[in-house]
């Protein structure tokens, strides 16, 4: 075993220099990657380096990155969240629902589908933490099983039907475009990443999530209650699947019981191109932001370029395992600098 | 010599340690072979390198003449070398049968397992080494020594030129380390060539030709065993003679209780079992593997549920259903399996220590980075952790240093009573001192100890007293005065070995 000699690691490289060569590693990896990728269709795709053309992208992420946000946090816990697309679907709904109801005015109306796409997110979020740890089962499966079940719910609530009429202060919400280059939605989905990397950084909770992703069993034998942070991570899910709902409403302005189909697989590789770990206890929630740039970049830059829209999977399934190939290469690098 | 296996100048380092340096030896055609050194002197790195699962940094290795690199497990097997493992690698679900011949299924046409020849084939090797069993029971329905015996079988079931074997006697009873020892005799006569690891000093001498001594991942001697004794192997395998190392306190004299356990109950098939500690006392566990010590100190800590039973602290009962009770009262749990259950091994060292109360390095619920370095800066340097700086991974650390690092994150907590479970295995001999010394300062303060340990000199030279576990039950507790080797190995042994 490794663990033999008197001799303890003297380092390879100085503390200092180890630090930047890590952050380089780690952090500046896919960043670097979005501005390779930026770079290459800025210079080959027609119309690509246009504002209106960020603006779109701008547009086209928000909702995967809010949705990627909780997700974050859940990847973190080693869990995975399968049914944030379909929770997604039923928050559009249940928001719409409340939304249109003519009774209030439309500034309660807002509010109130708001903390009602949240609690709906939530809801659902404890429901996959509670079972999954509550029985041992595996997260892919409880949330699987919610992907389905919140596709019904979400069919049931709206009798299967678009509703729409949303209120025009916040249709015109969703259009604005702050300063001329801020899209509102894109602002939201900002914030919400803004929060995630406080909480993960600064907080005691958001030091127990990474913990409890490396070693639920140490982090239990340390006097803690894993599985109090696993639901959290399933929470915060949840509440991310409820805004991103809102959003969704603000973009396309018709709660759908089929939205958010397949939103789940994009949300996963915007983290797992990000850098986090799908074993828990290592990423960050900076790098998921990148990943649905990434995404998003490649998506619109391949269609600029001509390339079918038969193609366009292709390549971008072909990306996501490169990454994941490339974080196993990143984990060895890591090691040899510490 | 006619030298089946010769290791010429070899050598494996890991990022941060040695694990074996500059080893050169020479295994002799049908010889049984001992290898011998303490827990991280490199026994376990040579024969994974024998395995096929390292591959050397230097030196190189010849089998039977022929240079020898095998680059998977695979390939040592396809040599003739064939290892087994202290971890059991068994596949649970399925039958004795079907696992003695994994590797080659006898078959029928389009690829239909042949039951009739897979089953005769399987009893035969059975036979081979006394193991009276239908060979289409599952394998998770055998006991540890059972399955230990189908592993060789296993070994031997591709005709090995070579057999290693990884501390088998580790978790078997004294008839069943009998029979284990018939059975290699028995291969020796056939002409198999045998390398066996060991740490059980009085075992070797019954089975062994030579003897190879490894020490920090360093080639110490190889002797003829005939004419050594036990002395002469601890002398070799730690450099100088043990009397000194453990630093017995005698000024300090425990003071009133400060945990008692009564009749504390695991399953219904586990007797009630009691026990107390003192303040300013090292309270020795003593037991063989899978005696019930480890599950009954989690069973207290709340780590597994327990049936029944009263804990204690400082005379009042205190209700224990997880560790966080546990921790919450004052206690403190070092584990056997530092890695799996200690240690958030990808995390840094100061995250690591302050795991246990994140209360003190933070002000409502925002850590204070700088508090928290501070504080973990300060218990580094208190237990000489040797480590690069506060924020190294402890995967890199070396394994006396990791458990420093469990060590300090109870002392960061702050505690009343430390349960340690094996603290000093896989801790090189530095550092297990430090260890020790810290122990001594920790009575000094009249913190309660009690320390389980498979390594019964260690315990005698640590202890005040010494209780001892025999299939889940206390069976003594030996006053200081009255310690004796064969004394508590007696009665370690004393519920296996009557009928």
């Known amino acids: 075993m490794s663990e033999t000699s008197q001799v303890t690691a003297s380092a390879p490289v100085s503390p200092g220099r180890a630090k930047f060569l890590r952050f380089l590693v780690r952090d500046a990896g896919v960043l670097l990657a979005l501005v390779l990728i930026t770079v290459f269709f800025s210079a080959t795709a027609p119309y690509f380096a246009t504002s209106g053309n960020a603006l779109k992208i701008f547009v086209q992420i928000a909702i995967n990155t809010v949705l990627a946000a909780g997700m974050t946090f859940v990847i973190l816990t080693g869990g995975i969240d399968l049914s944030v697309g379909s929770v997604l679907a039923l928050c559009t709904v249940v928001g719409a629902t409340v939304m249109i109801d003519e009774s209030l005015s439309p500034g309660v109306a807002i509010l109130l589908a708001l903390l009602a796409c949240m609690a709906t997110g939530a809801v659902c979020g404890f429901l996959n933490g509670w079972i999954s740890t509550r029985w041992k089962i595996p997260s892919f499966i409880v949330t699987l099983g919610m992907l389905n079940m919140a596709a019904g719910a979400a069919r049931v609530v709206s009798d299967n039907s678009t509703i729409t009429g949303l209120p025009q202060s916040f249709v015109d919400f969703g259009n604005l475009i702050i300063g001329g280059f801020l899209p509102s939605i894109f602002l939201i989905a900002v914030l919400v990443i803004a929060a995630g990397w406080f909480v993960l950084r600064f907080t005691v909770f958001g030091r127990m999530i990474f913990a409890v992703g490396t070693n639920d069993e140490a982090v239990r034998l340390s006097g803690h209650n894993p599985d109090f942070y696993k639901i959290a991570a399933f929470i915060i899910s949840g509440l991310t699947a409820g805004i991103a709902a809102m959003v969704y409403l603000l973009r396309l302005n018709i709660g759908s019981p089929i939205a958010g189909v397949g939103y789940e697989l994009n949300a996963i590789a915007a983290v797992i191109i990000g850098g986090t770990s799908l074993s828990g206890g290592k990423g960050s929630i900076i790098g998921t932001l990148v990943g649905a740039c990434i995404l998003q970049v490649l998506s619109t830059g391949l269609q600029l370029l001509g390339v079918g829209d038969n193609f366009k999977p292709i390549v971008i399934g072909l990306v996501i395992v490169l990454a994941v190939i490339l974080d196993a290469y990143r984990e060895k690098l890591l090691k040899v600098i510490r | 010599m006619d030298a089946i296996l010769s290791l010429e100048g070899v050598g494996k380092i890991f990022p941060g340690a040695v694990a074996l340096s500059e080893v050169s030896l020479s295994i002799a055609r049908g010889e049984t072979h001992i290898i011998l050194g303490e827990n991280g002197a490199g026994k376990s790195t040579l024969i994974k390198l024998l395995a096929g699962i390292y591959q050397p940094d230097s030196g190189s290795i010849a089998f039977n003449g022929q240079p020898y690199r095998p680059k998977t497990p695979h390939d040592a097997q396809l040599s003739g070398i064939r290892i087994v493992h202290q971890e059991l690698n068994l596949l649970p679900y399925l039958s004795i049968a079907e696992n003695l011949m994994l590797e080659n299924l006898p078959r029928r046409a389009f690829g239909i397992v042949d039951g009739k020849a897979l089953n005769s084939r399987a009893v035969a090797l059975l036979n081979e080494v006394g193991l009276d069993i239908d060979p289409r029971t599952r394998v998770e329905a055998l006991g540890v020594a059972q399955m230990q015996l189908v592993e060789i079988a296993k070994a031997l079931s591709n005709d090995s030129k070579l057999l290693v074997l990884d501390e088998p006697t580790a978790t078997l009873t004294p008839p069943e380390i009998e029979r284990l020892f018939a059975i290699i005799k028995r291969l020796k006569a056939k002409g198999v060539t045998i390398i066996y690891i060991s740490h059980r000093l009085h075992e070797v001498f019954e089975i062994g030709d030579r003897v190879t001594v490894l020490r920090n991942g360093k080639l110490v001697a190889t002797r003829d065993l005939q004419g050594l004794t036990v002395p002469d192997l601890v002398r070799m395998m730690i450099g100088r003679d043990i009397a000194d190392e453990y630093g017995f306190d005698a000024s ?248």
């Open chain 2, 252 to 499: 300090i004299v425990p003071g009133t209780v400060a945990l008692s356990v009564a009749n504390l109950k695991r399953s219904t098939e586990t007797p009630a079992i009691s026990f107390a500690v003192r303040h300013g006392e090292i309270l020795g566990v003593a037991g063989l593997v899978g005696s019930g010590r480890t599950e009954a100190m989690r069973a207290l800590f709340g780590a597994d549920p327990k049936l029944d039973g009263v804990v204690e602290i400082d005379g009042k009962p205190v209700a224990i259903a997880a560790p966080k009770d546990a921790v919450r009262h004052g206690l403190s749990l070092l584990t056997e399996d530092r890695k799996g259950q200690g240690l958030l091994l990808d995390m840094a060292v100061d995250k690591n220590i302050t795991i246990t109360d994140l209360g003190k390095v933070s002000r409502n619920g925002l850590l204070n980075r700088r508090a928290e370095a501070a504080a973990a800066n300060d218990l580094v340097g208190q237990l000489r952790v040797k480590a690069s700086s506060i924020e190294q991974a402890v995967r890199n650390l070396s394994g006396g240093n990791q458990q420093k690092v469990v060590l300090a994150k109870w002392l960061f907590r702050g505690t009343s009573t430390l349960i340690l479970d094996e603290p000093t295995r896989g801790v090189d001999i530095g550092a297990r001192r430090e260890i020790y010394q810290l122990l001594w300062m920790l009575a000094a303060a009249k913190k309660g100890i009690i320390m389980v340990s498979s390594d019964l000199p260690e315990l005698m030279g640590m202890c005040h007293r010494i209780i001892v576990f025999s299939k889940n039950k206390i069976v003594g507790d030996v006053p200081r005065a009255a310690f004796d080797q064969e004394h508590i190995l007696s009665l370690a042994y004393q519920e296996y070995v009557r009928p």
